[in-house]
C-alpha cells in the first residue's frame, strides 16, 4: 500500500547521484553535499559562514522546577560576515542529576518564547537539558527587510534585490534561525554535564523546519526532531493539501531564499522540481531523525509527513542502518512508531508542541 502511495506522489531519485551513479555507503558523503546544495540553492539559502568561535556570558542563575534544576541564563556571542559579531540571549536548563561522572542528554530548542510549549519542571523530571533561544532575538520573524538584528551582519544595506546585495540564494529567516541553534551547539558542548553522543535539535511548526534544516547541516546534533513542520518541513510537497509552496512562498518570503519564489509561481511549477522534503530528511542520516504530526492538522499534512519518513528511509537501509520501521498502511492516531533510525508519531489534535510530544523525542534521544 505505501508503495503505491509513494509512487503517486512521483518523487525525484534520492538514491541516486546527480550523474547517474547509485548511492551507496561510500559515496554518501557526497550525496549528503548534493542534497543539501539542491536545498540551499532552491528553498532555505546558503548557511552564513562560521567566522570564528563562539562565546558566551553568563547574566544569572536561578533554582526553577521546584528547585531541581538550574537556569543558566547566558549571552551567546559570534563573529559575523561583515567584521562585527552578534549577541543573542539563551537559557541553558540543567537538571541537579547531570555532573561529568552522569551526563544527560541535550536538547537545542528553538523557540517561540511561549510557556505552553515549554513544560519545564517536568522536562527537568526526565533527567534532560534544555538549551532554549528565542526566534525573534535572533531574526524577526517578518518582513523586516533584512534589516534587524542578524540580518543587516549578513546582508548589510538591508534590503533585498533588485536594490539590496542579497544574493538570490542568500539564507532566510530559516537559515538564520538554524544558524545560531549551531551557536547555542558551540556553547552547549562546553558544559562537561552534556551527553555528547545525544543531542538533539527541535522545534515547532515554522522552527520545526528550522530544526530540520539545522540537523540536516551540523552533524554534531545526534538527533533531530520535527514537530508539525509541514509545508517546507518534513511534509512531501507533491500533492500535498493544506499549505503548499505557492502559499508559503507568498506569506513568507522572508522565511526562504529569493530562488524560492521561481519554483512557486504555481501548484505545477513548484511539483516540477529536481527535489523534494524527503531529501531534507535524508540529509541528517546517518543520524536519527524523527518527524511528529498531529491528527487534525490538515494544513501541516500528517499524511504527507508520515510519507515523507517512508520516503527518506533508504538512505539509512543504504548505510546498513534500520531506517522507518512501519507496517504497511497510514498511522493511525495515537501511533509511535520509533523502533529505527527514522522515527514518527501521529498525535489526537490540533497544531501544538505537547507534552506528548516532548515525552517521545525524550524516549527516542534515550532508547
Known amino acids: 500500500m505505501l508503495d503505491t502511495l509513494l509512487k503517486e506522489r512521483n518523487l525525484p531519485a534520492l538514491m541516486t547521484m546527480r550523474d547517474g551513479t547509485p548511492v551507496t555507503a561510500e559515496n554518501w558523503c557526497a550525496r549528503r553535499r548534493e542534497l543539501l546544495d539542491t536545498l540551499a540553492n532552491w528553498e532555505y539559502g546558503v548557511m552564513p559562514a562560521v567566522c570564528g568561535e563562539t562565546t558566551y556570558k553568563e547574566i544569572h542563575r536561578d533554582r526553577i522546577a521546584a528547585g531541581v534544576a538550574v537556569e543558566h541564563v547566558v549571552e551567546v556571542t559570534f563573529p559575523t560576515p561583515d567584521g562585527a559579531s552578534f549577541t543573542f540571549p539563551a537559557a541553558i536548563r540543567i ?99 552534556v551527553d555528547k553522543t545525544r543531542i538533539g535539535v527541535v522545534g515547532h511548526s515554522r522552527l520545526g523546519k528550522t530544526a530540520l534544516w539545522a540537523g540536516a547541516n551540523d552533524t554534531r546534533f545526534t538527533h533531530v526532531f520535527s514537530n508539525d513542520s509541514g509545508c517546507s518541513g518534513a511534509a512531501i510537497t507533491r500533492k500535498k493539501v493544506g499549505e503548499t509552496f505557492p502559499r508559503i512562498a507568498s506569506v513568507f518570503p522572508y522565511w526562504f531564499c529569493e530562488n524560492m519564489q521561481t519554483i512557486s509561481e504555481s501548484i505545477e511549477a513548484s511539483e516540477s522540481t529536481d527535489f523534494d522534503q524527503h531529501f531534507l530528511l535524508a540529509a541528517c542520516a546517518p543520524r536519527k531523525v524523527y518527524v511528529a504530526s498531529a491528527s487534525e492538522d490538515e494544513w501541516a499534512d500528517p499524511t504527507s509527513e508520515f510519507l515523507c519518513c517512508c520516503a527518506a528511509s533508504p538512505t539509512w537501509e543504504a548505510l546498513g542502518l534500520t531506517g522507518f520501521v512501519t507496517p504497511d498502511k497510514l498511522p493511525d492516531a495515537w501511533d509511535t512508531l520509533a523502533e529505527g533510525n527514522v522515527g514518527f508519531h501521529l498525535r489526537p489534535g490540533t497544531h501544538f508542541l505537547s507534552r506528548h510530544d516532548w515525552i517521545r523525542y525524550i524516549r527516542f534521544i534515550k532508547q
Open 95 to 193: 537538571p541537579d542529576t547531570a555532573s561529568a561522572e552522569h551526563p544527560l542528554p541535550a536538547f537545542v530548542f528553538i523557540s517561540f518564547g511561549y510557556p505552553k510549549y515549554d513544560p519545564i519542571e517536568e522536562l527537568m523530571n526526565e533527567d534532560v537539558i534544555i538549551a532554549e533561544f528565542v526566534m525573534n532575538a535572533v531574526a524577526h520573524d517578518g518582513d523586516d527587510a533584512y534589516g534587524t538584528l542578524l540580518s543587516p551582519h549578513l546582508f548589510p544595506d538591508g534590503k533585498r534585490p533588485p536594490n539590496g546585495v542579497r544574493p538570490p540564494d542568500g539564507t532566510g529567516k530559516i537559515g538564520m534561525w538554524a544558524f545560531a541553534a549551531s551557536r547555542l551547539l558551540d556553547v552547549l558542548l562546553t558544559f562537561d554535564c
